[in-house]
């Protein structure tokens, strides 16, 4: 069974610029959610899609966004490139409903670097 | 907010030591503490988690241990081994919040 995959696995940006970033959940898993850790910290959370609709958002500016699509797979967009934006962003999927997200399953990840 | 302290930063331990990780959290609506540890380069990985209505869960050589009162919850490595080096994080979650609020990570070098 193939896991979480995300795309590109390593990206490099200029200020300013605007970078998107995908994600294949689990076979089954409806949830999707995306974090940015930053070296030598826990990732923080950014998203949260569930059955195409947002469910959660983290303490991140507008310049961040995303989207889950019918086939529960799901973008992150980040417009306007900062330096601090450097990062490995993760996307995790969940068969998690309700209330609860329940076991994440984290992708390798997309590492993502600014100059 | 949220926030979830964890302690030690760093620690190092001779291959058949115990080891033990501490969080403190601060939302008493949290009801769900995972652990998950990272390789380097590599995802993080869940290796054991806890509900509120369980004060230990044991699996193998790995336990975790919850006390809501006092707001901590703690991730015991008996019989460690060098795999086992890696970052280890805690992680909370509360009802009707669908997100994981994650430690600063705690670095476990395991020496032969």
């Known amino acids: 069974d193939a896991g979480v995959t995300q795309s590109p696995t390593h990206l490099i940006k200029t200020r300013g610029q605007q970078v998107t970033l995908r994600c294949s959940p689990i076979?089954?898993?409806?949830?999707v959610s995306w974090y940015q850790q930053v070296l030598g910290q826990g990732p923080q959370f950014i998203f949260q899609?569930?059955?195409?609709?947002?469910?959660g958002r983290g303490n991140f500016p507008d310049r961040f966004s995303a989207r889950q699509f019918p086939n529960y797979s799901s973008e992150l967009n980040v417009n306007a490139l900062l330096l601090g934006d450097s990062a490995l962003y993760l996307c995790?999927?969940?068969?998690?409903?309700?209330?609860?997200?329940?076991?994440?399953?984290f992708g390798e990840g997309s590492r993502l670097t600014v100059l | 907010g949220e926030n979830v302290e964890q302690h030690p930063s760093t620690l190092s331990v001779q291959e058949g030591d115990s080891a033990v990780i501490k969080c403190t959290y601060s939302?008493?609506?949290?009801?769900?503490f995972p652990w998950y540890k990272q390789e380097l380069g590599k995802r993080p990985q869940l290796i054991i988690d806890?509900?509120?209505?369980?004060g230990e869960k044991k699996d193998q050589r790995i336990a975790v241990t919850l006390n809501k009162t006092a707001k901590h919850f703690s991730l015991h490595i008996t019989e460690t081994q060098p795999e086992d080096s890696a970052v280890y994080f805690c992680?909370?979650?509360?009802?009707?919040?669908?997100?994981?609020?994650f430690g600063t990570g705690t670095r476990l070098l395991v020496s032969p």
């Open positions: 899609y569930y059955e195409k609709e947002e469910r």
């Open positions: 995790a999927s969940s068969a998690g409903t309700g209330m609860n997200t329940g076991e994440l399953f």
């Open positions: 806890i509900r509120s209505n369980v």
């Open positions: 076979s089954g898993h409806k949830s």
């Open positions: 992680a909370t979650e509360s009802t009707g919040f669908q997100k994981l609020v």
């Open positions: 939302d008493s609506a949290s009801n769900y």
